[in-house]
């Protein structure tokens, strides 16, 4: 069974930081990437940030770079999310998700997988 667990959101202050935590289990891809969405109240969900399990590369929006640094251990299982400079525009509620393939007798699957979320919030 996939398993996303997401830890470390929160309340803090303009200009304050707090780290996520995305601890991923039960799955075998090919090639995969983890990374985080965001979504804050009225609006579409985002992509923040995402780390390559086979190359380490890495993507941010460009409203975080400088700010968010993204980085794994142990092949990824535990993805970190380090978040600086905190802006009021950053909260919204952050997802962890786990994208890959997998080649199999039949060919190539896309898989897709959500962690619960949890909630940043950063006051004025």
Same mark, same amino acid.
């Given at each position: 069974?996939?398993?996303?667990?997401?830890?470390?959101?929160? &309340?803090?202050?303009?200009?304050?930081?707090?780290?996520? @935590? *995305?601890?991923? @289990?039960?799955?075998?891809?090919?090639?995969?990437?983890?990374? !985080?969405?965001?979504?804050?109240?009225?609006? =579409?969900?985002?992509?923040?940030? *995402?780390? @390559?399990?086979?190359?380490?590369?890495?993507?941010?929006?460009?409203?975080?770079? =400088?700010?968010?640094?993204?980085?794994?251990?142990?092949?990824?299982?535990?993805?970190? &999310?380090?978040?600086?400079? &905190?802006?009021?525009? #950053?909260?919204?509620?952050?997802? *962890?998700?786990?994208?890959?393939?997998?080649? @199999?007798? #039949?060919? !190539?699957?896309?898989?897709?997988? !959500?962690?619960?979320?949890?909630?940043?919030?950063?006051?004025?």
């Amino acid at each position: 069974e996939v398993q996303l667990v997401e830890s470390g959101g929160g &309340l803090v202050q303009a200009g304050g930081s707090l780290r996520l @935590s *995305c601890a991923a @289990s039960g799955f075998t891809f090919d090639d995969y990437a983890i990374g !985080w969405f965001r979504q804050a109240p009225g609006k =579409g969900r985002e992509e923040v940030s *995402c780390i @390559s399990g086979s190359t380490g590369r890495t993507f941010y929006v460009d409203s975080v770079k =400088g700010r968010f640094t993204i980085s794994g251990n142990n092949g990824l299982n535990t993805v970190y &999310l380090q978040m600086n400079n &905190l802006k009021p525009e #950053d909260t919204a509620g952050y997802y *962890c998700n786990a994208s890959g393939g997998r080649l @199999s007798e #039949d060919g !190539w699957y896309d898989y897709t997988y !959500w962690g619960q979320g949890l909630q940043v919030t950063v006051s004025s």
